[in-house]
């Protein structure tokens, strides 16, 4: 009865986990997944209206659902007292947004608007803005706005402002309507504790907002648009926190839906990937953790505001109180391996691979493993879904190098993991060169945990030590973390986010080391690597983007 | 009893074929196949003798299995009279080389050489003559030898004088046992009627002879080896015969076991691409044969001879009398379509594909055959195999560009055969930019027959109407009108192989014509393939030979 515990909840694109973490060990007790109700809904709105291509949404209801299943259901798993949960906080996707009317209620809970796609929940993966994104990046570039530099040069159609934009060109009347915009993790934190606290990492990396120039400037504003020039006061907040603070205490009514004592600490909400850094117990600069998944996602800490060209952001408050966080991206990780294993492994891999019972991504990680350094001799530009860091270009593809009848499908695989290592390198390269330090680095998501080949692969493309996430519920063990201190030490929580990472943060024993001989060979293949990479991208040969051009007006032409 | 009929025998790398076929018409009223009995063999000898890597022989007893058994099939099979064939001709792959005895038998028949590798019958894929290759190659440079230029400027490994080297380096009792050393076609043919009759195609393309030069001086040969001074008058021969002479009459002995009339008219040797071009009515310059397989053999005639960058070869009554017989290729072409349908297609293309009732290349091409020209997005450079022309190189390998998470392996088969006709429009314009002239296709081998998506393609990337083969046995066709013609138009055959292929000679009604809407879009593709065709294989970025250095090195680091 003594031990106290605290909850995190990370919100993912198809469901909410819920994990019971005891404070003063970092250890999770007890965990619970709710699969969303709805959904992602990118055809149909629940009652039928038909949306259109690129549009992604979901559910207001279906999050606090989640609250109403998996807190319960961490309870009874525990078999913990409520009393001893102290602190309780969020993690989201972003930048996923809704329009809410004057008392916080979705617009698209307005039984006169949910037939309206516009009054919905816009998804993070809501890609029909691009229009929109296109119009702010060119007036910005135009007026030589200088956040921009702090976005590696362009806005991306997920973002804020682009999804508001859609929404007052395509629907005027919801626009007007919407009292404001906001996060879903500002919002759900709000249905929690009844208090509209909007945090500083959404809106430094989703909404163009500085700590010490707020937004962009009214002028700004309205040459992109006239009907924008207030759009700060009118449909946000000036009002953001910093990470690591108190957002208020659970309401009555949420405590009565989710077994908890009401007034329980709620944290103020976070992002799933900057949320991981305390939770490998980051709590320095020059310490990168990668978020590996679908996509990586790298954060680091800095003790200075620096431009690094194609950065995705650099927000202070952003990650950790007190630093610059710094984010840089790659769209494809691990859907490279999965695009490969779907649309380009045989039937024989497949035969052999349950031959071996063995999974298929598995049998060619162990076959692959097997190969030395530069053996497959094949070399391939990790861009499959377009380059996030450091080249910023959704237009640019992916490209394979050095195949022969005599190559094979683990070849290929290596070939794809290696790719995505030295991308990870240019990207490593490009924050030193511009003055932050990167001395270590971090890895998180099931990727890092599963596939050791990959994880010595990173370390010797790089030549630095990796360490792992101890766990794999990173994310909601960094929000568990805020939740703790939330309460604050007097409840038996943390005094800052800092001392909770000191405590409850980890990572595996196991450190990757870089092995010499493997440093020295992959150093021949990225220099190789960067050639292809600084022909096909920076603009010497744009064929890439010559070829989409042409796929689109095939794409049409067959229609 | 009135019907005149002549027979061709194709000797293929795997088998011998036979086809009877009648004078008058062309049409082949009868066919049979042996496969050879000891069929490739690289690994060992018949008496257990392990070979060397790279190795690759044949037993020249098979050939003459093939004549016992085919011949005396295809006449039982159409029934007709012995007295009613009035000739008789081969081709065969080239250069298929062996030692033999002053009495024209083969070393290897020797019992006391059974055992030794080099007294045995070289086959054109035997690769391990590459060092003596290279030699060659550098002293012809040095020595600004200008026959080099007729063959693209590099001497394959493949061809005569590399195999003699191979022998003389490595077993130099062999090359003095050997009273001289002779294509297997020339050798087969002496076989038929006892006489040796050197033809000058083999002479021509695989052999560095000229008509009015000869072969290279006694200088050269001097240069590279003291020992090879006299190697012409020693080893080969300089009595030459251009195609479509008799070489002989039947021999009593070989009348015994085919079961035709001794002195049947036999014709002068001949090579399985350039057999054919008669046997598709080609009989002027201008019209180019696509002999398509796993790789492609290019043939074309012209009225002067003119040097052309990269292409194989340029031979004076090398395909046809009278006429200068251009030879280009491209190293691989089905073997594409095979390594990816064997390493990169997945386990639902072969489910979809059974469930349509269709094999996997006919399903994957009636997917592609949907897509508009560009709507893959995607571009290949065709190389996997090396180039052979026109930048004779066999260190280059493969690159695809383009793909997304969408794409599908439909469209990664149809850019492969995109790339090989983007190869092969190259080709083209090589010969046309040297002065010669191209200004029809024709094309055969077993997928212009059953690719119409493929051969579509051809006549859109190349801009040129194609016509195709009528019969799927082109060469064996070929090769019974050379038969047809050696017996002469006395007999009931021809005067000339041009006679012959008026009447004899067919391509399919159906002919390709450029689609022009198809011609404009692979235009601007086609300008992209040409700046990676240039950029990969001119010297401005050498990454496919420092990829395959670094291979080399790991494979041996791997051992």
């Known amino acids: 009865m003594n031990k106290k515990y605290s909850i995190g909840v990370d919100y993912g694109t198809q469901s909410g986990r819920a994990v019971l973490v005891e404070v003063a060990t970092g250890e999770i007790v007890a965990q619970a997944v709710k699969e969303y109700t709805h959904g992602v809904m990118d055809e ?26 998996t807190i319960p259901e961490v309870l009874q798993q525990s078999g913990i007292q409520k009393e001893q949960v102290i602190g309780l906080a969020i993690d989201f996707t972003a930048c996923t947004m809704l329009p ?42 135009e007026r030589g706005e200088e956040f921009l530099a702090r976005y590696g040069g362009k806005i991306s159609s997920e973002w804020m402002l682009p999804k508001i934009m859609q929404i007052l060109d395509e629907a005027p009347e919801i626009y007007a309507q919407a009292d404001r915009f906001i996060e879903a993790t500002d919002w759900v934190t709000m249905m929690l504790c009844g208090e509209e606290k909007r945090n500083s990492c959404t809106a430094g990396y989703k909404a163009l907002w500085h700590k010490q120039k707020g937004y962009p400037s009214k002028e700004f504003f309205k040459a992109v648009d006239p009907r924008l020039e207030n759009v700060v006061e009118d449909k946000l907040s000036n009002d953001i926190y910093p990470l690591g603070l ?19 600490a709620v944290g103020i909400a976070n992002v799933d990937a900057h949320v991981a850094v305390p939770a490998v117990g980051i709590t320095e600069a020059g310490k990168m953790l990668m978020i590996i998944g679908t996509s990586t996602c790298d954060i680091l800490l800095g003790t200075e505001e620096k431009i690094v060209p194609g950065m995705c952001g650099v927000v202070e408050d952003g990650v950790m109180p007190g ?11 691990g859907d490279h391996f999965e695009w490969l294993v779907e649309q380009c492994i045989p039937k024989y891999s497949y035969e052999d691979a349950a031959k071996a019972g063995m999974g298929i991504h598995q049998y060619l990680t162990e076959q692959a493993a097997e190969l030395t350094v530069g053996e497959s001799g094949l070399l391939a530009l990790d861009w499959w879904n377009g380059n996030r860091s450091v080249l910023v ?21 290596r070939a794809l993991i290696e790719a995505t290592a030295y991308g990870k390198n240019i990207i490593i390269e490009t924050f030193e060169n511009a ?26 493309v790089t030549n630095k030590p990796i360490k792992i996430a101890a766990s794999d519920q990173t994310p909601a063990l960094g929000a568990a973390m805020f939740g703790a201190v939330a309460a604050g030490k ?66 049409i ?3």
Chains 1, 2 share one sequence.
């Open 323 to 333: 630093f610059f966080g710094y984010e840089a991206g790659q769209s494809c990780v």
């Open 557 to 559: 032409k067959n229609r």
């Open 100 to 141: 809410i009317d004057k008392e916080g209620t979705p617009l698209c809970f307005h039984e006169e608007l949910k037939s309206v796609p516009h009054a919905w929940l816009k998804l993070w993966k809501h890609h029909a803005a691009q229009a929109q994104a296109n119009k702010l990046n060119k007036v910005a570039e």
């Open 435 to 460: 003055g932050v330090a990167i001395n270590e680095l971090y890895a998180c998501g099931g990727i890092s945990l599963k596939n050791k080949m990959m994880m010595q692969i990173y370390s010797d």
């Open 393 to 413: 270009d959704v237009d640019l593809t992916g490209m394979m190098i050095g195949m022969t009848l005599s190559t094979k499908p683990h070849e290929l695989y």
């Open 44 to 69: 149909y709105l629940p009652d039928g209206t038909k949306l259109d291509f690129d549009w992604a949404l979901e559910h207001p209801r279906d999050y606090l659902e989640v609250l109403e299943v």
């Open 246 to 264: 108190k957002a208020g205490e659970l309401t009555d009514a949420m405590a009565a839906v989710t077994g908890l004592c009401p007034g329980t």
């Open 490 to 555: 007097d409840k038996g929580g943390y005094e800052s986010i800092f001392d909770a990472a000191k405590v409850m943060g980890k990572v595996k024993d196991e450190v990757y080391m870089p092995i010499p001989e493997n440093v020295a060979a992959y150093k021949k293949l990225y220099a190789e690597y960067k050639i292809l990479h600084d022909y096909f991208g920076r603009g010497e040969n744009d064929v890439m983007k010559r070829l989409k051009a042409i796929k689109a007006e095939a794409v």
